[in-house]
């Protein structure tokens, strides 16, 4: 069984360089674990939700599946 980082690191082509990148610019922060593993479990929930990678995903279509306030 996979983790959702996991699963999405096979799933969606690029996000396995993504979640490297972000890796690197929090442990340079001095940030914790936690923030690391938090923030790439939403990523992860967010790419496999659109199919696609986070910086792929336009404005129009995050405002479509996000409800009325």
């Known amino acids: 069984m996979f983790t959702i980082v996991e699963q999405t690191c ?3 082509h ?10 690197d610019k929090i442990v340079l922060s001095g940030q914790s674990k936690s923030m690391l593993t938090n923030y790439n ?3 992860a929930q967010v790419s496999l939700y659109y199919d696609k ?3 792929n995903i336009s404005e129009k279509a995050m405002n479509l599946s996000t409800p009325a306030k």
């Open 10 to 12: 096979h799933e969606i």
């Open 14 to 23: 690029g996000f396995k360089k993504l979640y490297g990148e972000i890796q």
């Open 53 to 55: 990678l986070p910086h």
């Open 41 to 43: 479990q939403k990523l």
